[in-house]
């Protein structure tokens, strides 16, 4: 899987970085997951540099579908 990395700021959370990276606050558990190393249950520190995965996007080809559903 490939990553990026984002540097935590002074008070970030895991859900506020989940939301800054993707938009959405559900891909959480997978930064948590690609973070063993940083504890869950203490504030991430500020500096930590976190692996962040990409996210493949899948854009659907407009073209291909019937009128009603562009």
Avoid at 10 to 17: A, L, P, T
Avoid at 19 to 38: H, M, R, S, W
Wanted: overall charge negative.
């Amino acid at each position: 899987m490939a990553y990026t990395t984002h540097t935590v700021k002074q008070g970030e959370r895991w859900d506020n970085i989940s939301f800054v990276c993707y938009g959405d606050v559900k891909y959480t558990p997978e930064i948590q997951l690609a973070n063993p190393e940083v504890p869950l249950d203490e504030p991430i520190p500020t500096g930590t540099i976190l692996r962040i995965p990409i996210k493949e996007i899948v854009e659907t080809q407009t073209e291909l579908l019937p009128p009603w559903k562009r």
